[in-house]
C-alpha cells in the first residue's frame, strides 16, 4: 500500500503534518477528515523533511542508541504506557537527532493506522529486517516487550562483538601505517641528502640503494600520477566489492586469511546461531527465519549456503542433513542441529552453539594480537634492514675505497 504525506489544519487552526498508508489520495483525505482535520497537501512518498534541528551528515545512529530505544519502550510497554505516549518519550529522551526525528515519523505512521514493525520497515538504514520481523512477530503475538528485550541482548552482543575485533586489530593496523609513514617520510627527505652525497663519490651503488633513489625520484617527479592512481585503484576495488562477483571474491578471502580466516569464520557461526535462535524461539516460520538470517550474516558465501538449506527445507527436508551437504558449516554445527530436532530443542541446542562459539571467538580475538605481534615485529624488521643497508653500503664501500 502506497505511503502519503499530507499537511492539514485542525479546527483550532494549528498546522499539523505526517504520513498515512492509504490506497488513494481520496482515502487519505476521508481519513483526515474523520480525525477532524482539513487537508491542505497530499502528496504521494514519505520524506523526512529538515527541522530546524535538521538531521546531520554525521549524526550516526550507533548501535548503542538502538539498543537503549528498545530496552527504554520494552520497559515503557510493560508499564502499560500507551504505545505513542512511549513513542514520545523515547523521542523526548534520545541524544540523537536523527533517531528523535526518525521515531517522530514513526509515531506519525503509527498514528495513522500503520502497525509498529511496517512503520520501522520505512527505515532500512537503521531498522534491519531481522528487527522488523522480530518486532511484527512481537504485535502479532501480544509479546512486543519481551521480543524487544531480545532484540536488545542481540544488539548488545553484536556490538561487544565488534568492539572486541576492533579492539585488537588496532595495534596491528597503527603499526602498519606507522611503517607505511615512516617508510615514506625517509625515501622523501633523508634518502636525497644521502644520493647527493653517493653521486659526487662516484662510487658504485649497491642494489638496495638503487631502488630507494627509485623509489625517491618517482615520488618527487610523479608523486600527482601516483596519488591519482592510489585514488582510482581505491575507488576501482570499492566498486568491484560492491559488485556480487566482487563481494565474493572478498569474503572467500576473508575466510581463507590466515590467522584472520578462523576468527571472522567463528564469529559468523556465532551470529547464525545466535541469531536463528532468536527467531525461531520468538516463533518466526521456518523459511522466513531462514530468509532473515541469510540477509545478515555479513558473509555471502555462508549466505549462499543458507539460501541452499532454505530450498531443501521447502521441499519437506530437515536442516542438519542440507547443512552438512554444504560443506561450509563445521560439523559440530550439524550435529548439534540433528540432536536439536529429533529432540524438539533445535533453539537450545542452537543458543548452546553461539556461546561456544563466543568462546571460541573471544580466545581467538585475545591471542590475535599475541599471534600478530611476530609478523609486524618481522616486517619492521625488514623495513628498517632494507633502510640501513640502501643507506649505509655505500658509506662502508667509500671507506673502503678512501683506505685504498
Known amino acids: 500500500m502506497p505511503t502519503y504525506s499530507y499537511k492539514g489544519r485542525t479546527q483550532a487552526g494549528e498546522v499539523v503534518s505526517g504520513a498515512i498508508d492509504a490506497p488513494t ?7 483526515l477528515f474523520s480525525k477532524g482535520f482539513i487537508p491542505i497537501k497530499i502528496e504521494a512518498g514519505e520524506k523526512l ?7 546531520q551528515l554525521f549524526d550516526r545512529i550507533t548501535p548503542e542508541d538502538l539498543i537503549v530505544f528498545s530496552r527504554q519502550l520494552a520497559t515503557l510497554v510493560t508499564s502499560g504506557i500507551s504505545f505513542l505516549r512511549s513513542l514520545d518519550t523515547l523521542s523526548e529522551q534520545t541524544k540523537s537527532r536523527r533517531l528523535r526525528k526518525i521515531i517522530g515519523e514513526i509515531r506519525k505512521s503509527v498514528e495513522g ?61 597503527i603499526v602498519l601505517v606507522s611503517i607505511a609513514i615512516a ?11 644521502f644520493a647527493a652525497l653517493y653521486a659526487s663519490s662516484k662510487v ?44 565474493w571474491n572478498l569474503d572467500k578471502l576473508k575466510l581463507r586469511t590466515p590467522i584472520i580466516g578462523p576468527v571472522v569464520e567463528k564469529t559468523v557461526m556465532s551470529r547464525f546461531a545466535r541469531i536463528f535462535s532468536t527467531l525461531y524461539r520468538s516463533g ?5 527465519t531462514l530468509d532473515v538470517v541469510a540477509g545478515t550474516l555479513g558473509n555471502v558465501i555462508i549466505a549462499r549456503a543458507v539460501e541452499v538449506i532454505k530450498e531443501s527445507v521447502r521441499e519437506g527436508k530437515g536442516l542438519s542433513q542440507p547443512m552438512a551437504g554444504t560443506k561450509v558449516f563445521p560439523p559440530m554445527v550439524t ?6 530436532e529429533e529432540t524438539g530443542a533445535l533453539d537450545d541446542m542452537l543458543t548452546k552453539v553461539s556461546d561456544y562459539y563466543d568462546r571460541e571467538v573471544e580466545y581467538a580475538i585475545k591471542n590475535l594480537s599475541t599471534t600478530l605481534e ?13 633502510l640501513a643497508l640502501g643507506m649505509f653500503l655505500p658509506i662502508w664501500d667509500m671507506i673502503h675505497v678512501m683506505k685504498r
Not at 165 to 171: E, V
Not at 335 to 340: E, I, S
Open 204 to 247: 658504485a651503488l649497491p642494489l638496495p640503494t638503487r631502488i630507494l633513489i627509485f623509489i625517491n625520484m618517482a615520488i618527487r617527479t610523479y608523486w600527482p600520477f601516483i596519488a591519482v592512481a592510489i585514488a582510482g585503484l581505491i575507488f576501482a576495488v570499492k566498486g568491484y566489492i560492491k559488485t556480487p562477483s566482487g563481494r
Open 113 to 173: 493506522g500503520s502497525s509498529f514493525s511496517d512503520a520501522l520497515s520505512k527505515f532500512p538504514a537503521v531498522f534491519s529486517p531481522l528487527y522488523v520481523s522480530m518486532v511484527k512477530v512481537g504485535e502479532e503475538g501480544g509479546v512486543l516487550d519481551d521480543i524487544l528485550d531480545r532484540l536488545a541482548s542481540l544488539l548488545e552482543h553484536e556490538a561487544g562483538t565488534k568492539a572486541r575485533i576492533k579492539a585488537a586489530t588496532r595495534y596491528p593496523v
Open 335 to 340: 550435529q548439534m542441529v540433528a540432536v536439536g
Open 284 to 288: 518466526i516460520p521456518m523459511l522466513h
Open 49 to 55: 523533511k529538515s527541522s530546524p534541528e535538521g538531521i
Open 25 to 31: 489520495p481520496e482515502a487519505v483525505a476521508e481519513q
Open 183 to 193: 617508510f615514506v617520510i625517509l625515501t622523501t627527505f633523508v634518502v636525497p641528502k
Open 374 to 386: 611476530p609478523v609486524l615485529l618481522f616486517l619492521l624488521a625488514g623495513v628498517i634492514l632494507f
